[in-house]
């Protein structure tokens, strides 16, 4: 399986910044390893995003962070899981 999202929408009031941003400066990539959630955030930060937690390692097993986009909206960065959560 290999999930992707193909629309989102968001009601913004500024649609030209918004669009800038993630068109333009964002850029929309794939997120596969824990390097790249870092790399994603960064870029998103540089794009004028604002980092809101810095990614760790999840409960479920996962690595992820999340960043305000210029309109205030949350966006997780994530990675499935690496390892197990637990062990038997």
Known sequence: MNPHVSVITLGVPNLKRAKRFYD???GW??????ERVEEVL??????GGRIVQPPLTTDWGGYSGYFADPEG???????????LPFSE
């Not at 990539?29 to 824990?34: A, F, I, K, L, T």
């Not at 909206?73 to 390892?83: I, K, S």
């Open 29 to 34: 990539p794939g997120v596969r390893s824990e």
């Open 73 to 83: 909206y949350l966006w997780e960065v994530a990675t499935g899981a690496t390892r």
């Open 24 to 26: 333009e400066q964002l």
């Open 42 to 47: 960064a870029e998103a930060e540089r794009a």
